[in-house]
């Protein structure tokens, strides 16, 4: 089953730190693929924006060299390559002085109707010196709209600065915070499978539901991002952002509509719901780890330390905490959330657990697990829904714990756009629904920032962790101290 495409309208987007990480890896093969499509039109361009001193030859070189790193062969004609490369542009600009921008404002196609975004991919102590700039050298149009990359802010005062200094530039309605992981398919699929099945959403609460388990684990270590993970750690870089925003999908009230302030004043409301976690309180329901030399995919890997290059560090590279929600659809119900680095396997995913049947006339000869309602972001991106059947053949009533299994990539057979695909040309239609709104940003901080002043006063360090494991072992008793195990779905006789 093939996806509509529908083609926005022509836009000019400019992209700073057009030599970086991001737009390399993300952002140009993003723009591709919708180029491919037929998404963008003709006199679409694209304007990256760096300090190097490169011309639009040689940056039009780096992004093909991206391209091919980073899509497959069979991605991709040389035709459609060149067209892409086409529209691409390079200008030299520096952020915080006055070179290069008299030139990008006549690189800009003039005229108020046309569609302009200024894409900050760059770390946040640049945003508020290009705002000022992109408003005194008179860039700012009517239709014009500024993304910004996580992080913002380390904490709920700098956030607060970050956003200040852009909202005295920009309307609330041009600002597009972008968090990636709300443009997954699957995350996507959530809102349907809440509010579009009468199946789910009356059971979708306290009464039904035992608990919510949110894990977001990679195999990967620091990589080339040392130096700036070691001033975030896994709580700024992850659950401020990534597992907050899924908790808040997972735990919303219905949305009015799908109109963006409808769907992200409901997200405000769960973050203003979580129950407070104090100083005091932070080292026993927030675990945090560092991972050790280990082995991974059956390799021996460094320790973070190693990577890091330095003696010491006390940044975590793992956490596991455990929140909830005070009102009356989550009262009682914990939301268990865990990411971390070089765990022992890549996989994002959601599981509600329901509550075990009252009474069960099977047992003890057949035990019958709880339902569980999977739902895998990466890879393999879909849905399971666990449930008890009877195991076929004669014998007797045994019962078995297996999966409805819907893989999207079996169930649809079309490729499975990248999130940043679908967040990119949301920015172009100025469709604001799957972009953090600015309260929502320091509503997240102002949880976030307790623990992280309880962690900072504690002489307690990051709980040591082999590479290759699923964290230290005190994140395996924060939950099962509640009778509870984290799930692992290696196969269809999985116990819950």
């Known amino acids: 089953m093939a996806a509509r495409v529908i083609e926005v309208e022509p836009f000019d987007l400019v992209v700073f730190g057009g030599t970086g990480d991001l737009a390399a890896r993300k952002l140009m093969p993003a723009l591709f693929q919708r180029d491919l499509a037929g998404q963008i039109p003709a006199e679409a361009r694209i304007l990256a924006v760096s300090r190097r001193d490169l011309g639009d030859e040689a940056y039009r070189g780096l992004v093909q060299d991206a391209l091919r790193r980073h899509l497959k062969p069979s991605e991709y004609t040389p035709e459609a390559l060149a067209r892409f490369l086409a529209r ?271 009474h069960s006339v099977f047992e003890p000869a057949s035990p019958v697990a709880p339902n569980r309602l999977v739902i895998r972001l990466q890879p393999d991106e879909g849905v399971k829904l666990w449930l008890m059947i009877k195991d076929p053949g004669p014998g007797g009533m045994r019962l078995r714990h297996v999966p409805l299994d819907m893989s999207f990539a079996e169930a649809f057979g079309a490729r499975n756009p990248d999130a940043y695909e679908r967040l990119l040309m949301d920015v172009v239609r100025g469709n604001q629904t799957l972009f953090m709104r600015r309260d929502e940003v320091e509503a997240a901080w102002a949880w976030i920032d307790p623990i992280l002043a309880g962690w900072k006063a504690s002489t307690e360090r990051p709980r040591p962790y082999a590479a290759g494991t699923w964290g230290p072992s005190s994140a395996v008793a924060l939950i099962e101290r509640d009778g509870r195990t984290w799930h692992e779905d290696s196969g269809p006789e999985d116990a819950p």
């Not at 200008?91 to 002085?97: I, M, P, Q, S, T």
């Not at 239709?143 to 609330?172: C, H, M, Q, W, Y």
């Not at 597009?176 to 699957?186: A, S, V």
């Not at 896994?234 to 509509?257: F, G, K």
């Open 88 to 358: 691409i542009c390079y200008l030299a600009v520096d952020a915080e002085g006055e070179a290069g921008w008299s030139e990008l404002r006549e690189g800009l196609r003039p005229g108020a109707a046309r569609v302009r975004a200024f894409y900050l991919a760059v770390g946040p102590d640049l945003f508020a010196p290009i705002a000022e700039r992109i408003e005194r050298f008179g860039l700012i149009t009517p239709r014009t709209r500024v993304v910004l990359e996580k992080p913002i802010g380390k904490d709920g005062a700098s956030a607060r600065a970050v956003n200040e200094a852009i909202g005295r530039v920009f309307d609330e309605r041009q600002v597009f915070r972008i968090d990636h992981y709300l443009g997954k398919e699957t995350v996507q699929n959530l809102m349907a499978l809440r509010f579009a099945n009468a199946l789910f959403e009356p059971l979708w609460n306290a009464s039904h539901i035992d608990h919510v388990q949110i894990t977001v684990a990679e195999t990967l270590g620091v990589e080339g991002r040392a130096g700036y993970y070691d001033t975030a750690g896994a709580m700024r870089d992850m659950v401020q952002n990534h597992l907050l925003q899924l908790l808040c999908l997972v735990a919303m009230e219905p949305p009015t509509s799908l109109e963006a302030d409808a769907v992200r004043d409901e997200k405000l409301k769960v973050l203003k719901s979580l129950k407070p976690i104090g100083e005091q309180e932070a080292g026993s329901v927030c675990i945090r780890g560092q991972y050790r030399a280990g082995a991974s995919g059956g390799a021996a890997v460094p320790g973070y330390l190693d990577e890091l290059g330095r003696a010491d560090s006390t940044t975590e590279t793992f956490v596991a905490l455990k929140a909830e929600i005070a009102n009356w659809r989550w009262a009682g119900r914990p939301f268990y959330l865990r990411t971390g680095k070089r765990l022992a396997q890549r996989v994002s995913e959601i599981v509600v657990a329901f509550r075990p049947i009252p």
